[in-house]
Every structure is written in C-alpha cells, then in structure tokens.
C-alpha cells in the first residue's frame, strides 16, 4: 500500500493527471503572452500544457521561452521537463528553468517590476519534520512577511501557496492542487483568511474518487482571480472524477453559485452549502441563547497507551495472565458504547462479547518491586518489542501508563453518522479513539448529553469537524468545545426515551423530539429554518460518507 501523498517528498507534478494539466493551462491564460510561472514542475506535464495553450493562442515559439518560467529542485526531473518542451519545437533559453528551491527564488524576486500572470501547479505536500529546515526557513520567513504564524503543522503546500500569490501580479490568477485539508484543519485557519483576503474570487473544485490511485488524500483544485471582475466571492464545484472538468476548462462557472465569503478563518466545509444556508449558520453562530459545548463540558483526549494491543485486553486474557488486580474498567472503540449511557451492565455486555473492556494499570513503581504476574507480562511485552515504541520509550516507565482517570462523559472522537455524548456511569476511562469529558455541573449531566442530539449542533457538527478519504468525521477536543448546543428547554426531555431511541438506531425520532422541544419551542425557530438545519446536516453527512475510493 502506498504511504499518504503527504508522507512522501514529492515535488509538485510527478502525480498530476493530464486533464487537471490541461484544465489549469486553459482556465489561467486567455490571451497570447501570458507570462505564467510553475513554481515546482516536476517532470514538466503542467508546463506542457502551459505551452500548447500559448501556441494555440497564438504565441510563437521564439517567445515563448521568455514567457515560461518552470523551478524544480530535482535535476533529473527539470531533464525531463526540459525534455517535452523540445519535443513541441520551443527552444530552452535561460529565463525558461530554474534549477533550486521556489522560496528562495521567490525571495529573491518579490520586488520584481513585472510579475506573473498566472500561476499554475501541484506543490508538493511535505509535513513539516520531513519539509528541509534550510528551505522551511525561508518559506516561513515569506509567510510572516504577510502576518502568518507558521508552526509545527504547517505542510509545505501552505507556504507555496503564499508565495505564489506574492509574485502575481494585481489581475493575476493562480491554479494549484491542494489537499482538501485546506477546507477544515486548524493549521490552515490563517491562510483561508489570506486567500479570502488576497483574491477577489475563489473556486474550489472537488472530485467524489479519489484523484491519486491508492493514496488516501482527497484534494481540491483551488482557482483564485486577483481583481477579476466587480463580482467576488466563492464556489464550490464538486465533480464525480477528474474527466469531468474537461467541460470547466474554458473558466465557464455560470451554472455555480457565487457564494458570499467569511473572511475569517472559519473553515470552508460551509462552502458546499447554499448561501441561504450559510447565512442561517452564521446568524445562529452569534445567537446569545446558544451555550458553547466549553462553557459546560472541559474535553480531553482518552487515554494514550501507546500500544493497545498489549495494555488493553480482553476477559480471556485478563484470566490467562493474572491480571484481576492490574486492570481497570475501558471503553475501547466508540462502537462499544450503543446509547447515551454506558452503564456497567454495558459493560458487563462487552466483556461477554470478548471486547478488550480492561486497561492494564500497573503501579508506577520499579520493575522490581512489580508483581510476579506483572513482571511476566512485562517480560512478554518487550519481548514483542512494544517497549520500543515511540510512545512507550519515553515515558519513564514504559509499562506504565500515564493519565488514566474516569470522565464524567464519553465523546466521539471519530463519527459515521452523527457525534454524541455518552454519560460514564460504569466508572471507566476510554483509549484516545474517544474523547473524554467534566461537566462544570455534573447536575446537567443528563440534560446536557440528551440536549446534544438537535438539527443545529449536528449541522455545526459537520462544519466544525474534518473529514478525510474515507468519510470519517473526526473532531479535536478545542473543536468539541466550540459546537452551540440549545439547552431552553432541556430539562423536558425525556432521558430514558433518548437513550432508548439512539440504542434502536432512530436518530430522526430522536431528531424529531428533541428539535420541537429545543429549536421550535426553546428558541422559537420556524420549521424552515429547523428542517433547512436539518437538511445541512444530511447533505454534509451524505457527502463525506459518499466519498468513492
């Protein structure tokens, strides 16, 4: 299986399809001399296009070489790009390549006269401990000159983009592939405010399969137009493959919404909304009577052991190695935990089912003052190598592990359908597949978890989450804390009836109690309003599941 497109060093264009190459050249440049600029192009197949669409718009091969300006690191790959060039009769002048890193040459540059009108590309994504601290610095460096605050998670493709967009000129145009990251994660928050700020119009472009064959990364084709027209905005356009776009590349977006833009670093799952249903969002985002999920619940991760396989077990095992008085009650997978309540007859339920329901928990004592039974299946951990592990080599005892306490309430970490909360009454932890969470008032314990499953909450949910290839909604603790959850008229809801509903699978019966008494009732929504919430949740929920490999 192929490592994640953004665990390997690429260089931008060894991965692009040829109708995204063709898509891009025709999309960025309308008229002959277009001066246009691939900022890492690989084996040359965007800067191929580039060409052939400057000759059928009329350039001569004679200028065309002082128009293409392609930079590659990788001196067998900018051969092959100088390569296809020859192949269609333009001749390589010196202002053509550039061999060696783009931020460099950007620095250099960023006071030229005359820029770019067009950018086109595929950067490559590089994490920020494989991305070379000698161009990381520099790269960096070109973001804070335009306010960014870089950090630890910054993947290269976040400084390419900013970059690229400081060497077009004011009626430029960039076209890039970039990784649907772009859309949710926090590290990307401050340049979705840049783009919104930099372009006067954006389209971003979303395929159901998967572009790249057998590499899990779902990514976007991000259209920006400088000064483009007295109009401004986005759209999202989401096509079923990549041999769909052929009927875009002439720039023809008319049948799309142009969506007004939050600049903000609000996440950009919303664009795939209607405008009457991004403005009902952000107006309920301001609404006084909603609470913030933070100011009841303080989230946490579950427990990290570093190896589960070997610290949680299940009853068989528990047995095989003596183990009754090390261990404690777990709840190993979301799945494991049916309702709203994990009660310790559910418990009970999952330890005769043979799910791994014991954490072992050890004394944070020596080695040698362990007990026999520990010490023996210590001795079988390291023999499986499992003290070796990263996480487990730097605790200061690698068999012990740290910050197992029990919540007062589970919550989903990763969702299929819907996110919950789940009241802890069985006295357990979780593993870090689960959220754990304290009410601030453990008396709103049942009014709070039952309050959660509303149209509202669910929609924000879908916005304030990220999703990846495999459909997965997935939510860090900060991202938990900052859902509205309606809580007028909680207190009505009948808790047993909610737990017993979510048990049978009948979320829309819940859906429907619990909007009638929050939504309509408590804030005093119409039914339009409640059903066009409602039916956010459903489109978002449908896309990510749907998502084709």
């Not at 730097?394 to 306490?405: A, E, L, M, T």
């Not at 860090?476 to 979510?502: C, M, R, Y």
Request: charged letters at 25%.
């Amino acid at each position: 299986m192929k490592p994640a497109l953004s665990d390997q060093k690429l260089r931008g264009g060894y991965y692009t399809p040829r109708p995204i190459a063709d898509f891009f050249a025709r999309w960025a440049i309308k008229k002959a001399l277009t001066k246009v600029l691939e900022p890492s192009c690989g084996d040359g197949i965007i800067l191929e296009s580039v060409a052939k669409t400057l000759l059928d718009l009329g350039t001569s091969k004679k200028d065309l070489h002082n128009l293409i300006l392609g930079i590659e690191i990788e001196p067998r790959e900018l051969l092959k790009a100088e390569k296809r060039l020859r192949d269609l009769g333009i001749s390589i002048g010196p202002a053509t390549f550039h061999k060696g890193d783009f931020f460099s040459y950007c620095k250099s540059h960023l006071s030229d006269v005359r820029k770019f009108d067009a950018v086109v590309g595929n950067p490559p994504f590089i994490r920020y401990q494989n991305f070379l601290e000698e161009h990381r610095a520099i790269a960096f460096k070109l973001m804070e000159v335009v306010g960014l605050h870089p950090n630890r998670l910054t993947n290269s493709w976040v400084p390419f983009l900013v970059a690229s967009s400081l060497l077009l000129n004011e009626q430029g145009k960039l076209a890039m592939v970039i990784p649907a990251e772009l859309f949710q994660v926090n590290y990307a928050a401050e340049i979705r405010k840049f783009l919104s700020d930099f372009y006067s119009k954006l389209t971003l472009i979303t395929f159901k399969k998967l572009v790249f064959e057998g590499i899990q990364q779902e990514i976007v084709l991000l259209l920006g137009e400088r000064n483009s027209s007295k109009q401004s905005g986005i759209r999202t356009i989401e096509l079923e493959s990549i041999e769909d776009i052929k009927s875009y590349e002439y720039g023809d977006f008319s049948d799309s919404e142009l969506k007004p833009i939050d600049h903000s670093k609000e996440k950009w799952t919303q664009y795939f909304l209607h405008t009457d249903e991004i403005l009902l969002l952000r107006d309920l985002r301001n609404d006084q009577r909603l609470t913030k999920m933070g100011d009841v619940i303080n989230v946490d991760v579950g427990v990290v052991t570093g190896e589960n396989r070997f610290f949680v077990l299940n009853e068989q095992q528990v047995r095989e190695y003596h183990l009754r008085n090390y261990v404690q009650a777990i709840v190993s997978r979301s799945g494991h935990a049916g309702g709203i309540v994990f009660s310790k007859k559910d418990w009970q339920n999952n330890i005769s089912k043979q799910y791994q329901t014991f954490l072992l928990n050890t004394p944070d004592k020596p080695f040698e003052k362990q007990s026999m039974a520990v010490k023996s299946y210590i001795r079988k951990g390291e023999v499986e190598n499992v003290h070796k592990g990263y996480k487990c080599r730097i605790r200061k005892r690698w068999f012990v592990v740290p910050s197992i306490w029990n919540p007062h309430v589970f919550i989903l970490r990763q969702v299929h359908g819907y996110s919950k909360l789940i009241l802890n009454d069985a006295e357990a932890t979780c593993t870090d597949t689960v959220h754990r969470g304290n009410f601030v008032d453990i008396k709103q314990k049942k009014k709070i978890t039952a309050a959660f499953l509303n149209s509202l909450t669910f929609a924000f949910a879908e916005v304030s989450g990220r999703s990846y290839g495999g459909g997965v909604l997935t939510f860090e603790p900060s991202e938990i804390e900052s859902l509205p959850i309606p809580l007028i008229n909680a207190g009505k809801i009948n808790f047993q009836e909610i737990d017993h509903l979510v048990r049978e699978n009948d979320i829309i019966s819940v859906l429907n109690l619990n909007d009638e008494l929050l939504l309509k009732q408590g804030l005093g929504l119409s039914i339009n309003k409640i059903m066009m919430l409602r039916n956010i949740w459903e489109k978002l929920r449908d896309r990510r599941i749907n998502r084709k490999h």
